[in-house]
């Protein structure tokens, strides 16, 4: 079934699997190699639809499984979806829960019909079925959905990540069905790779669901405690596999240093909840690296918070102001730190897909870790 996503890619790095693309979607286009910022509940923490805006993000995330509890597929279907309820004009991706099972631990059960487990909410019970997953985000109304997988642990046995990777294709071919029956054209579905730290599983999960042939693919299962050179191996195994003219997202990677290591292995999309963490905790990203704004070295430090970062709060305000806000504990901390932090990570996915149109990738890599510490 064609979808309405149509997916080009403008250019290859001569030195590596880099590419640069573009997304054309229902609620607008998207340039790759791009970073996602995640908004689990409709909203990404600390920031308003008008902040994302300014920044430049192109899309953004919720979550099936929080959003399928509150404020629930009734709502969002009477709004118009996640776009008319949250006034966000541009494109959504929807994770299908998926990893919010695997983050519940004892409260889940998982069997071949799906899982059940318990709200963190009010502790009802309640069935999640590959169907059901779909059919919750398109009552969302992404642009993009996940197939639902199950994502193991880490360490995990060979035995049980086989048998996981299994049950997850299993689960993507219900996924697909559904998909199809419900005639979601307008909604890209995209599977999910798994097969945790073991080549072969990686592999193979990577073949199936090319055989499904799905408008984009994802690699999941990655930084779950395993090591970054693990994380990276997981990409290295799948993402050659994955057909070049469809995009790569790789779920749940935001450290700068995994995202460029990944796009130089050919992968598209990006999501993780770390550079807003972060920035709650007060932990920022500048170009030579992180940095703890509440140490008290920052107190009567009035330099820009990374001179070489061009964002509203680096071009507005001191390293000493950031920091008193954050030791003050005002709002206007959370907000200035997150829009930093999220402004970093999208001017970094710019930078990367300029070098990659200029074919010099591996340049810019080298240059921005010289300086970057982790």
């Known amino acids: 079934m064609d979808c309405e996503m149509r997916y080009t890619v403008e250019a290859t790095d001569p030195g590596c699997a880099a590419r640069a693309g573009r997304l054309q979607l229902p609620h607008g286009e998207v340039k790759t190699p791009i970073f996602m910022p995640v908004g689990t509940q409709a909203t990404v923490k600390a920031l308003s639809q008008e902040d994302l805006d300014m920044i430049g993000a192109q899309i953004i995330l919720g979550n ?81 959905m996940m197939c639902f997988d199950e994502c193991t642990s880490y360490p995990v046995t060979r035995e049980t990540a086989e048998k996981s990777m299994r049950m997850t294709h299993d689960w993507a071919i219900q996924c697909k069905a559904q998909w199809e029956k419900r005639a979601a054209t307008q909604q890209a579905l995209f599977g999910i790779v798994q097969g945790s730290v073991f080549e072969d599983l990686r592999q193979e999960s990577a073949a199936g669901l090319v055989d499904l042939d799905f408008p984009g693919y994802a690699i999941g299962g990655v930084s779950v405690g395993e090591s970054k050179e693990e994380m990276i191996q997981a990409v290295e195994w799948a993402a050659p596999h994955l057909p070049e003219e469809k995009p790569r997202y790789l779920m749940g990677v935001g450290p700068p240093e995994d995202v460029l290591n990944a796009i130089e292995r050919g992968v598209d999309m990006f999501d993780c909840v770390m550079p807003t963490r972060n920035a709650r905790n007060g932990s920022l990203f500048t170009s030579t690296g992180k940095l703890n704004i509440k140490n008290a070295r920052f107190a009567r430090d009035f330099g820009p918070l990374d001179e070489a970062c061009n964002c509203l709060v680096c071009q507005t305000y001191t390293r000493a102001y950031l920091h008193h806000l954050f030791r003050a504990g005002e709002i206007l901390s959370l907000r200035l730190n997150t829009l930093h932090n999220l ?29 970057y510490s982790t």
């Open 64 to 144: 099936a499984y929080h959003l399928y509890l509150r404020p629930g597929t009734e709502t969002l279907e009477a709004a118009g979806g996640i776009h008319g309820f949250m006034n966000w004009k541009k494109p959504v991706l929807t994770d299908s829960g998926g990893f919010q099972v695997f983050s519940l631990g004892a409260l889940n059960k998982v069997t071949p019909e799906g899982v059940t487990f318990q709200s963190h909410l009010d502790g009802s019970r309640h069935l999640f079925t590959p169907a059901k997953a779909v059919d919750i985000q398109i009552s969302i109304g992404a642009d993009i």
């Open 343 to 371: 402004s970093f990570m999208l001017q970094l996915a710019d930078s990367a897909r300029e070098a990659i149109r200029n074919g010099r990738f591996l340049d810019f890599k080298r240059t921005f870790l010289q300086t």
